[in-house]
């Protein structure tokens, strides 16, 4: 042992490496809802069902994958 160890120490340590991934799923899954959403919302407005609403799918998927993709590189 290196020295007197604190109360806690290991897990203190596991939820301050964790805890930039415990939302993680959240923050996608509300990125592509929110690019769902748009989509459906414009073609209500401009009548081109599913047009808008297959666009808002691919660029919040694409705009998940991005978020995603910097928060793991960052993380290394």
Known sequence: MDGPEKPGGDWT???RDAAPYLGMGT????TVLMGLGIGYWLDGKFGTR???????????????????YRLVAVKR
Request: charged share 5%; aromatic share 12%; glycine share 16%.
């Open 13 to 15: 340590r596991a939820l």
């Open 27 to 30: 923050a996608l899954a509300v």
């Open 50 to 68: 599913p047009t808008f609403f297959l666009v808002g799918a691919g660029l919040g998927l694409l705009a998940a994958g991005v978020q995603f």
